[in-house]
């Protein structure tokens, strides 16, 4: 349910439910054979205006709230989760580092295709040796001295989400021993080069890869690196949007299937066995939904929502794996096979655990804000 916001942001979220239904749903299982999204859905994603949720009105943007981002997310989630992690990274992380941290300069050059997806994004933080210690970023970035403001970037990054279709990548890259910082780097330059393509069992029409840059040329963006980390707790918020997604649609499929399906001459959700898990599906939905409402209210009212996007975000993607094992429970051996939906949210809900912080940290982050 999506309510106490501005009813141009229902509308908005109503429009998204129908853009999924036309545009993603039927898509979902072509996407995953093909192991990627046609070119042509960027486009129709910024007509929609799911590119430009993070961008103000001041600078072209909606003026989306983080209420209408974490929504619009869900929803696409329930099409197709890989899509939905992609859409959440570009808007929170890639558009969202532009708009927080460009020059004017850098947003007049960029936002416009960003917005449209005549731009196509992605955020370059982790390594080979650099993940959830991402402290330990090796790729070093030097001043060019004849071009102010620009520098060289060497190293390898890999698990970059969108990373082997973006055209500009924000760059996380080490300036000195103790110093990271942001770059915007296109990927249009000999500088450039996609190592492999990473295939995973879930979110697998997600372009993920490892590349390499050697003297890639990228543009600073003023920032500190905790600052540029901060824009992970919008992200998470994202990613439990898109883990309720995952197991909002694992629940209404469940249950349906429920009533439909008959053994030993009841309906499976007759027998007080499947009750149990339909009542227990219900409940952590529920209470990851107001969990997620929570952070996102609390965002668009500007108050810190450190602790609440790692609680959102941790019991979300754990609710979204507990759900869809249960969907495949009640689905039975129908449940193992591609002729049912539950199978491919199951494989793509695990991934809601690990990106953007994975479970072990949002319980660090927890622990030390609850220490404080």
């Known amino acids: 349910m999506f309510v106490d916001v501005h009813p141009d942001e229902v509308k908005f979220i109503e429009s998204v439910r129908e853009f999924v239904a036309a545009e993603v749903l039927p898509k ?16 129709k994603l ?12 001041e600078m072209g943007g909606p003026g989306r709230s983080c209420a209408a981002y974490c929504e619009a ?31 004017d300069e850098q947003k007049k050059k960029y936002l416009p295709g960003m917005m449209s997806g005549e731009i196509k994004l992605a955020w370059g933080l982790t390594e080979p040796d650099a993940g959830s210690d991402a402290r330990r970023v090796k790729t070093k970035a030097t001043p060019i001295a004849d071009k102010p403001g620009y520098f060289h970037l060497n190293g390898e990054k890999m698990f970059i989400t969108n990373g082997g279709k973006a055209d500009l990548i924000i760059m996380i890259a080490r300036t000195s021993e103790t110093e990271l910082s942001a770059f915007l780097m296109e990927t249009a330059q000999p500088g450039f080069e996609v190592v492999k393509r990473i295939h995973t069992v879930g979110v697998s029409a997600s372009n993920t890869v490892q590349f390499k840059l050697t003297n890639a040329v990228a543009w600073h963006t003023p920032c500190k690196f905790e600052e ?6 919008r992200g998470r918020l994202g990613i439990a949007g898109m883990a309720l997604g995952i197991a909002e649609k694992a629940l209404e499929l469940a249950l349906e299937y429920s009533k439909q399906r008959e053994q030993f001459n009841r ?30 209210r609390m965002y668009d009212m500007g108050l810190p929502v450190v602790k609440e996007s790692s609680i959102a975000k941790l019991y979300a993607s754990e609710t979204a794996n507990r759900v869809t ?48």
Request: net charge neutral.
């Open 267 to 296: 309906r499976l959700c007759d027998m007080q066995s499947v009750q149990n898990m339909l009542a227990d599906n219900e409940v952590e939905v529920e209470a990851a939904r107001l969990l997620l409402q929570k952070g996102y």
């Open 46 to 57: 910024g007509k929609a205006g799911l590119l430009s949720l993070c961008v103000p009105k």
């Open 228 to 233: 540029a980390i901060g824009l992970l707790y």
């Open 325 to 372: 094992n249960r969907a495949i429970q009640i689905h039975g051996g129908r449940g193992m096979t591609p002729d049912y939906l539950v199978e491919k949210l199951w494989r793509d809900a695990k991934l809601t655990e690990i990106g953007e912080g994975c479970s072990e940290i949002q319980r660090m982050v927890i622990a030390k804000q609850a220490l404080k």
């Open 28 to 43: 979902t299982r072509e996407w995953e054979a093909n192991k990627g999204f046609p070119d042509e859905i960027w486009p």
């Open 73 to 103: 997310i869900k929803e696409l989630a329930k099409g197709d989760p890989a899509l939905a992690m992609n859409v959440a990274a570009c808007n929170a992380l890639a558009v969202g580092h532009v708009v927080s941290f460009g020059t």
